[in-house]
């Protein structure tokens, strides 16, 4: 047995076995944990300040302290929320969402095709993502299926998997846009976040107020007749979360591909700036610039 399987499946263990702690327990632990990424010296860190200055420079520098540290304990509790999703038990989900808006994707189901649930990546989008399967299969709605990355680490990768599978029925590779769309024709809506930094088919819209390589991706599926309905996960409370569910982005199909992926991003901001401390302001969003603008990463 080789070294790296024998520290993944440790590593899974681990988690297995604190996400099936209580969820208040959870919480607690995550709270820490990200006391720790706030305190000890990390490149996350470091990246999370950087983005909160590019987008929020109206705050003075006390003020940016504070949100990168209550942005630092928030990533700690996604971290938990993520293991949480992955593997807790399902009698953790009752009573824990507030879920708004679910006549629009009720509006679309009865229309016999399904739809991209679109979102950005809030801390606790995973755990949101199961959070809503909970509540579609409660109601006996298709589930949404999800599109994501593939894991460097692809022993990691097929524990994640095994774990995925067991809450949104199928995964999508992020590039299988085939696979996608017989998953909306089927009549499942599809969990898709295109807020991340991409260096292919992309155009540089603004993201608060600074160029972020974004995916035109949304906008073609949105030409080829998908409806895209946008959807937010937020933490409310210590164990409590508000799932909201917005109303088709009807005009996207018709908009140009320029105009399109800045309404995107400007719904995301919108969405973000009612709890800014919630983002993932630790990914590197502002990596490729357009010429003439530097990676404020180096």
């Not at 807790?88 to 991209?116: K, M, N, P, W, Y």
């Amino acid at each position: 047995m080789s070294y790296s399987k024998t520290r993944t499946d440790f590593q899974v263990a681990l988690a297995k076995w604190l996400a099936r702690r209580k969820l208040t327990t959870q919480m607690r632990l995550g709270r820490v944990l990200g006391r720790l990424f706030y305190y000890l010296p990390n490149s996350r860190k470091r990246i999370a300040r950087i983005n909160i200055g590019i987008c929020f420079p109206e705050l003075n520098r006390k003020q940016a302290k504070k949100l990168l540290k209550q942005n630092m304990i928030s990533t700690g509790q996604g971290v938990m929320e993520m293991l949480a999703a992955l593997w807790t038990e399902e009698q953790q989900f009752q009573g824990r969402f507030d879920v708004e808006g679910l006549e629009h994707l009720i509006a679309v189901a009865q229309s016999g095709e399904g739809c991209l649930l679109l979102s950005c990546h809030t801390t606790s989008i995973e755990w949101g993502i199961r959070g809503l399967n909970h509540q579609l299969k409660q109601l006996n709605m298709p589930i949404g299926h999800m599109l994501a990355r593939q894991h460097n680490n692809k022993l990691l990768e097929a524990h994640l998997e095994a774990a995925r599978i067991q809450f949104v029925d199928k995964l999508i590779d992020k590039k299988n846009i085939r696979s996608l769309l017989v998953s909306v024709k089927s009549g499942h809506p599809v969990y898709y976040a295109p807020d991340q930094n991409f260096s292919y088919q992309v155009k540089f819209a603004d993201f608060f107020g600074r160029p972020a390589a974004t995916t035109v991706g949304t906008h073609k599926l949105a030409h080829k007749g998908v409806k895209v309905v946008p959807w937010f996960c937020f933490r409310t409370g210590p164990c409590q979360w508000q799932i909201k569910i917005l109303p088709e982005l009807q005009n996207l199909k018709n908009q140009d591909e320029a105009t399109a992926t800045q309404t995107i991003n400007q719904l995301f901001e919108q969405q973000i700036a009612l709890h800014p401390e919630q983002y993932l302001w630790v990914h590197r969003r502002f990596k490729n610039q357009p010429e003439g603008l530097e990676n404020p990463y180096k």
